[in-house]
């Protein structure tokens, strides 16, 4: 069995490569490149292909990866909208994704942004290593009694509710498809109480067509002024240009991101010596109430092993013509797992 891992980085190499020692039979190339319509060619006589976030599944690739005798996509994340179903499906190839690794660490991630954009650490780091002990402009509010808004509440975003009702925050959530487990730690609402009652608002649910840019114009103009919107989720979740216009007018109090709608051509590599093109993001950066991080939030020890044990086993279902708990398409099937439901407006 040969795999092909696209976009892979040095964690990646170290994590698989120690899971691997109980596949054999299994011999991995690893690419630096990012999978697209020009780097197929890559896979030639690769049974599977592994790929991240910003790899490109689109038809065109999907048609020319089968085309070179591809016949597994394996996804080292949970979500998929990068992925054409259909196409995989008529093709009859086999896709499967990690639903879901450690979603601890995507919660904890959450909430230390959270933390670091309301009592400004950031700041007061960068004063004391100039020798500057100043405090006035880092002050910040205490969240014991606030009341915070999760919008999806899957596995990660139980996590975060489980972390924010241990700080004593009230909770509000929006999620059509939640369970009974939420009501331990707080209230289901519709999505427009949600935004009117919440100073914080943490996005933790899938980008679907129905979610595309839920956090709009319409959307800001409802939500709490000086709201604080943390997005750890997926960057299309929310129109860029309408918090720009919300931070200029004070409507939001502040903005923590871990992804971005555009980040594909930027994020996990390093940009530190060229300009950077994206102007919406560099004057989403010029605020001093605004955090953006390149998409770590699931980056621990323990979620990278939990990915490459997984996506190894998926790979080992398949090879061994067995039903697997994490596809996507099999045998011309599409699934579409619960956790990955989408929140409906």
Not at 16 to 24: G, W
Not at 27 to 54: G, K, Q, R, W
Not at 55 to 61: A, G, K, Q, R, W
Not at 269 to 288: A, K, Y
């Amino acid at each position: 069995m040969k795999l092909a891992v696209f976009s892979a980085k040095a964690y990646d190499r170290t994590y698989f490569d120690h899971v691997c020692t109980q596949y054999p039979a299994l011999h991995i190339d690893y690419h630096a490149f990012a999978l697209s319509e020009e780097t197929v060619p890559l896979a030639h006589d690769c049974d599977a292909v592994c790929v991240f976030v910003n790899d490109t599944l689109d038809e065109p690739v999907l048609r020319a990866l089968h085309a070179n005798g591809v016949r597994a996509i394996l996804l080292r994340c949970a979500g998929f909208n990068h992925v054409h179903l259909p196409t995989a499906e008529s093709l009859g190839l086999f896709v499967a994704n990690v639903p879901a690794y450690s979603p601890e660490a995507v919660a904890e991630f959450a909430v230390a942004l959270v933390q670091t954009l309301n009592r400004k650490t950031h700041r007061a780091y960068n004063r004391v290593r100039e020798g500057n002990f100043n405090i006035e402009g880092l002050l910040g509010s205490t969240l014991h009694g606030k009341t915070v808004g999760i919008i999806g509440v899957g596995r990660i975003g139980l996590a975060t509710a489980r972390i924010f009702h241990g700080f004593g925050c009230r909770l509000l959530a929006h999620d059509p498809f939640a369970g009974e487990e939420f009501r331990r730690f707080g209230t289901l609402v519709d999505l427009d109480t949600l935004l009117r009652e919440s100073e914080i608002v943490s996005l933790h649910c899938p980008l679907t067509e129905g979610t595309r840019h839920l956090i709009n114009a319409r959307t800001l103009e409802i939500i709490r002024p000086g709201a604080m919107l943390v997005n750890t989720s997926r960057g299309g979740l929310i129109d860029s240009q309408a918090i720009i216009h919300a931070l200029k007018t004070q409507r939001l109090g502040g903005v923590a991101l871990d992804v971005y709608e555009a980040e594909s051509d930027l994020f996990y590599d390093d940009h530190s010596g060229e300009i950077i093109h994206d102007d919406v993001l560099m004057r989403l950066m010029t605020f001093p109430n605004v955090l953006v991080c390149g998409h770590q939030g699931f980056f621990t020890r323990e979620a990278l092993t939990e990915i490459a044990t997984v996506t190894l086993g998926n790979l080992d279902d398949f090879a061994n013509s067995r039903s697997c708990r994490n596809s996507l398409v099999s045998q011309g099937h599409v699934f579409v797992q619960k956790d990955t439901a989408p929140v409906r407006l």
